[in-house]
């Protein structure tokens, strides 16, 4: 019997600048297939706030519904429009255990000159291995190969971190978003969104492939 998974295998998507993050996770997902549930959440985006959002509901879903066709469109028509649907870096693997899908959110504000900061400084630190999304102001970077779960904060948490350029003591510009990787660290999980709902309208998409090394937008 073919399954939801076999089907996305046999059409691999093609990532390109129209590529949503829902469609990019889905790829990473079908292509991981020791993934066996993914953690999902349902919330209300509050700027600035301490707790960074107000959380809702998180639930974890089967590999094969997350990959079904409608999945996240059928979910979000469950909430009113002003709640995003976000998913956690952390998957669960079975009897290993979780391990974490690789995604970051940056702060460094967009540019052509910017993105390849973003770029050189991943490449340098070995984070390498995915792709970038424009977003709003910023990029989102996702990775395809899994991490596991002991070794998230150690190998790559402390390098995002470690992306931010010193040019001096009083001129350190940020690539990746600090506050976040603290909300990260408080609750053993990165987040991401997957909806465009109320104020986060502008649709991210990826720009950049650091496998082919193209920029795709």
């Not at 390849?116 to 990775?143: A, Q």
Request: net charge negative.
């Amino acid at each position: 019997m073919i399954g939801v998974e076999d089907n996305l295998k046999k059409s691999s998507v093609e990532i390109d600048g129209k590529t949503t993050p829902y469609e990019l996770v889905r790829q990473i997902v079908s292509e991981n297939d020791e993934i066996d549930q993914l953690c999902l959440v349902a919330y209300k985006y509050v700027p600035l706030q301490v707790d960074e959002n107000e959380l809702n509901k998180e639930f974890w879903v089967s590999k094969q519904n997350f990959l079904e066709d409608g999945f996240l469109e059928s979910l979000s028509n469950k909430f009113s429009k002003d709640v995003q649907i976000g998913l956690f870096s952390r998957v669960s693997v079975g009897y290993e255990g979780d391990k974490h899908i690789p995604m970051m959110d940056l702060e460094i504000s967009k540019s052509r000159v910017n993105l390849k900061k973003i770029i050189s400084r991943f490449t340098h630190l070995g984070l390498n291995d995915g792709w970038l999304l424009e977003t709003g102001n910023s990029y989102h970077y996702y990775g395809r190969t899994l991490i596991e779960d002991d070794k998230w904060i150690s190998n790559f948490l402390s390098r995002c971190l470690l992306t931010s350029i010193v040019n001096s003591r009083s001129d350190i510009e940020d690539i990746v978003d600090s506050r976040y990787v603290g909300h990260s660290l408080r609750r053993g999980s990165c987040c991401l969104r997957l909806t465009t709902w109320d104020d986060k309208s502008f649709v991210p998409k990826v720009v950049y492939d650091f496998k082919t090394e193209k920029f795709l937008d």
